[in-house]
T-cell receptor, first 115, second 113 residues
């Protein structure tokens, strides 16, 4: 399972763009990169997933360079409600009949948005 | 579309007892996974079920077990509870297919006295 490294914490002011970078040097060819957001006493919430280049949805963008050894989650114009822990996960999930894979969560990045 | 539902939300037990937690996945999701979350260890994978079969298992003792029913609902059982089993237990479901993301419930907060 690919190991990920993220900053432990980040602070940002409301209205700013926040970029959280995750390193995954031993990412495998079939691995996807997935980001989750978690608020206290709630389950992680899926934010975005990508394989290469750039993926954008209604809440975030995910930038993946050509070597795929890192990825950056970009949150545009954060608000106080974006204060949460953000997890970067790397893995592949194939339904070939041989089995599944398990999600390995790191410590995540605790984002604090300041008014 | 309803999300993943876990019951109960909160549970208090004493050492030596056993407990059963329930998870109803999102409609159409056949894969259900369980995780334990504690402040010290973070989120740790327990096991995954797909079509009523356990497909993968994390590094937890045999006191932790689970099962999945034909409607994809899943239960997790912990026997002979220990103080260290106090945690948030999370269930996640996903569609079949390569690299489908998992969707989590809000968990069951289990406290052992």
């Amino acid at each position: 399972l690919a190991k990920t490294t993220q900053p432990i914490s980040m602070d940002s002011y409301e209205g700013q763009e926040v970029n959280i970078t995750c390193s995954h040097n031993n990412i495998a060819t079939n691995d996807y990169i997935t980001w989750y957001q978690q608020f206290p006493s709630q389950g992680p919430r899926f934010i975005i997933q990508g394989y290469k280049t750039k993926v954008t949805n209604e809440v975030a963008s995910l930038f993946i360079p050509a070597d795929r050894k890192s990825s950056t989650l970009s949150l545009p114009r954060v608000s106080l409600s974006d204060t949460a822990v953000y997890y970067c996960l790397v893995g592949a999930r194939a339904y070939s009949g041989a089995g599944s894979y398990q999600l390995t969560f790191g410590k995540g990045t605790k984002l604090s948005v300041i008014p | 579309k309803a999300g993943v539902t876990q019951t109960p939300r909160y549970l208090i037990k004493t050492r030596g007892q056993q407990v059963t937690l329930s998870c109803s996945p999102i409609s159409g999701h056949r894969s259900v996974s369980w995780y334990q979350q504690t402040p010290g260890q973070g989120l740790q994978f327990l096991f995954e079920y797909f079509s009523e079969t356990q497909r993968n298992k994390g590094n937890f003792p045999g006191r932790f077990s689970g099962r999945q029913f034909s409607n994809s609902r899943s239960e997790m059982n912990v026997s002979t509870l220990e103080l260290g089993d106090s945690a948030l237990y999370l269930c996640a479901s996903s569609l079949a297919g390569e690299n489908q993301p998992q969707h989590f419930g809000d968990g069951t907060r289990l406290s052992i006295l």
